[in-house]
């Protein structure tokens, strides 16, 4: 059944339009509060936030929504997409909500949810929400409707449990560490984690005005970090996106290493310790074939998945792999936490940092990669894969890759794009094949 409002991470779009206004989320905080009232206990949803002007909004509006059908409310205020799911849980929560666009600009915001036991929902969940939206479950009566209240200590919790995640031997004394926070969720978090456990600490990204978020800096845009990276001659750059799930880190030469590097270093570091379960990491089928071969000759297997960190999470669960993410950033590590969490993240590569003695550069640079190229194509309706033109391209180009690469070709589950990738042992021949898709798509 198809999904009207639920994307691949949660629900997303512009504020103030289609499903992102007060009156929808409002809506989703009757339903999804609603769905979850089981047993005669009382219930608690837990809601936290990014640092986009429009989060006051949506939090105000899913208050009374939940608290129309009987569920409590505790309000954490700025903190992290994983501290949301981790304080679900802790505290005891039927229900938690982040109000983020990930990495969006400001004018986008979304509602991310998670059970009591601090995963994402599944897809059952997302469909009998969706119908309570568009069938609004009964109001409680008075004496039955749910109290708010605001908890001050949320961001000191998220702090310590992301600090005894980093080993009791190593310490970070002695590292220089940049860390952009992109002016959203983890702005005071990650800085203060990353200076309790040692390390020298300057930070940027970390001046949100409600609408700077993800802008010219974070995981998205590491220009800004790879600058002062340089320029303070730092060990290592950090960088987060808006609501800190996700995460590239920059080596001390001002070289992005993106998240097939991370998954590498994390799944053979863990692998020489005897902490990998699973012998293998799971990703998307994103992920650079170069990353493949390289968990191969450590005797390791690469499984994947179609693309968004909830599916890699399922295949986690499912075959008991604690180490799996996405080339974008997302690192999932299920020791740890029940989603993505680029501090934890981060946190793991610092140690392997602190525990070896190589500089970043040769200790992130794990595999050499295949030539890839990711171009996405705007449309503005209609289904532009359907096209016999586009599935004759898309055909031609899987013969001219002929086994020796790979193409993957997808809609966006948050934008009206089409992503088409193609990587290979030719790089002129992998351009060649993106470019004639891409133009067949404007043209479909």
């Not at 390390?199 to 700077?212: L, R």
């Not at 030469?253 to 012998?279: H, P, T």
């Not at 016999?388 to 002929?402: D, F, P, W």
């Not at 086994?403 to 990738?421: D, F, H, N, Q």
Request: with cysteine.
């Amino acid at each position: 059944m198809t999904r009207k409002y639920f994307g691949t991470d949660g629900i997303r779009g512009r504020t103030n339009q289609g499903a992102m206004t007060a009156e929808m989320a409002q809506r989703v905080g009757q339903a999804a509060g609603a769905h979850f009232l089981r047993g005669d206990h009382r219930h608690r949803v837990l809601i936290g936030k990014d640092t986009r002007l429009s989060g006051y909004m949506m939090e105000s509006a899913l208050t009374a929504g939940f608290t129309s059908v009987g569920m409590d409310v505790v309000m954490v205020g700025p903190v992290p997409t994983p501290a949301v799911a981790m304080l679900a849980k802790s505290m005891r929560a039927d229900l938690g909500v982040m109000i983020s666009a990930s990495h969006n600009k400001y004018v986008d915001n979304g509602i991310k949810l998670f059970g009591p036991d601090g995963f994402k929902l599944s897809d059952a969940d997302e469909l009998a929400i969706e119908k309570l939206i568009d069938d609004l479950p009964p109001l409680v009566p008075a004496d039955q409707i749910g109290r708010s209240r605001r908890i001050d200590d949320a961001q000191g919790r998220y702090i310590h449990a992301a600090k005894m995640t980093f080993p009791d031997h190593l310490s970070l004394d002695g590292l220089r560490v940049v860390v952009d926070c992109a002016n959203g969720a983890a702005y005071k978090v990650a800085p203060e984690a990353l200076w309790e456990l040692g390390a020298e600490v300057i930070a940027i990204g970390v001046k949100p005005d409600g609408i700077n978020i993800n802008e010219n800096c974070g995981s998205t845009a590491p220009g800004l970090l790879q600058k002062t990276v340089i320029e303070t001659r730092a060990d290592l750059g950090i960088a987060l996106d808006g609501d800190a799930d996700r995460l590239i880190v920059v080596d001390e030469k001002g070289q992005v290493v993106d998240g097939d590097q991370l998954m590498a270093l994390i799944a053979c570091n863990w692998q020489a310790r005897g902490k990998l379960r699973g012998n293998g990491v799971v990703a998307t089928v994103m992920s650079n074939l170069g990353l493949e071969r390289h968990l191969e000759r450590c005797g390791l297997s690469l499984i994947r998945t179609k693309v968004g960190d909830r599916y890699v999470l399922e295949e986690m669960r499912k075959g008991g792999y604690n180490v799996g993410g996405e080339q974008s950033g997302h690192m999932i590590l299920t020791d740890y936490a029940t989603t993505g969490d680029g501090l934890v993240a981060a946190l793991q590569v610092l140690a392997a940092l602190a525990g070896d003695g190589k500089p970043a550069s040769e200790l992130l640079h794990q595999f050499d990669p295949l030539p890839q190229l990711l171009k996405n194509v705007r449309f503005t309706g209609g289904q532009p894969l359907e096209a016999e033109s586009v599935k004759s391209a898309i055909a031609a180009g899987e013969q001219r890759l002929n086994g020796s690469g790979r193409l993957v070709i997808r809609k966006s589950g948050t934008e009206p794009l089409i992503r088409v990738m193609a990587e290979g042992e030719d790089e002129t021949l992998v351009t060649q094949v993106v470019d004639d898709i891409c133009a067949a798509i404007q043209t479909a």
